[in-house]
């Protein structure tokens, strides 16, 4: 049973356009949602991340969405640039100490020139 | 100065052989962990090291073993390997504050059981 289902599996965005990928996550005991980037031969990298206390955390060109009542939280990158493409994942975790990220599938963006 | 640091990066070896790979973080971090990519990039934990205790352990075969000598290291130890075990390794650090930790990862362990 996958604990947090992330859409689409591919995405294609011309440059300076917005690339929006959405998750989806089960269990209400989640309270901690981060997205996490990489780049190939790389390992994910914090993006960005949110608590469920708040509906909207932006950080430059990046904005998380969370809806708390739809169990759904999604990435927005503005003006979405060539530097962005790499694979996005969403994950989710209980505030626990140690507790280990459930990650979606990931997102792979590519963003043309 | 790495954060998160993985040996070997590649590691291809044969059908039975036991093989391990090593991390270490020089964060001062107290929790470990490691994450097994498959083919299709997912990402899903294996283990969990919180202050040298084992937490967490998913459901991966006992051919696996983590160990770890001190807080700042947690080395993968896999026995007869198997094709299916053929997939990337990401060793992980954080620093456990009670809630929603950032976790830093390695480069990753490319091994490739032929």
């Known amino acids: 049973q996958q604990q947090v289902k992330q859409s689409p599996q591919s995405l294609i965005v011309q440059k300076g356009g917005i690339s929006i990928i959405n998750c989806a996550y089960e269990?209400?005991?989640?309270?901690?949602f981060p997205w996490y980037q990489q780049f190939p031969g790389k390992g994910p990298a914090l993006l960005i991340a949110?608590?469920?206390?708040?509906s909207e955390k932006k950080e430059g060109r990046f904005t998380i969405s969370f809806n708390k009542s739809a169990k759904q939280f999604s990435l927005h990158i503005m003006d979405s640039q060539p530097g962005d493409s790499a694979t996005y994942f969403c994950?989710?975790?209980?505030?626990?100490?140690?507790?280990?990220?459930?990650f979606g599938k990931g997102t792979t963006l590519s963003v043309s020139s | 100065d790495t954060a998160v640091s993985q040996t070997p990066k590649y590691l291809v070896t044969q059908m039975g052989n036991d093989k391990s790979i090593k991390c270490e973080q020089n964060?001062?971090?107290?929790?470990m962990y490691w994450y097994k990519q498959d083919s299709k990039k997912f990402l899903k934990i294996m283990f969990s090291?919180?202050?040298?205790?084992?937490?967490i352990n998913e459901t991966v075969p006992n051919r696996f073993s983590p160990k770890s000598p001190d807080k700042a290291h947690l080395n993968l130890h896999i026995n007869s390997l198997e094709l299916g075990d053929s997939a990337v390794y990401f060793c992980?650090?954080?620093?456990?504050?009670?809630?929603?930790?950032?976790?830093?990862f390695g480069p990753g362990t490319r091994l490739t059981v032929t």
């Open positions: 269990n209400t005991a989640f309270d901690y």
């Open positions: 090291y919180n202050n040298k205790e084992l937490i």
């Open positions: 994950a989710a975790s209980i505030g626990q100490a140690g507790t280990a990220l459930i």
């Open positions: 949110i608590r469920p206390d708040v």
């Open positions: 964060l001062g971090h107290d929790t």
């Open positions: 992980a650090s954080s620093q456990s504050n009670g809630g929603g930790d950032e976790k830093y």
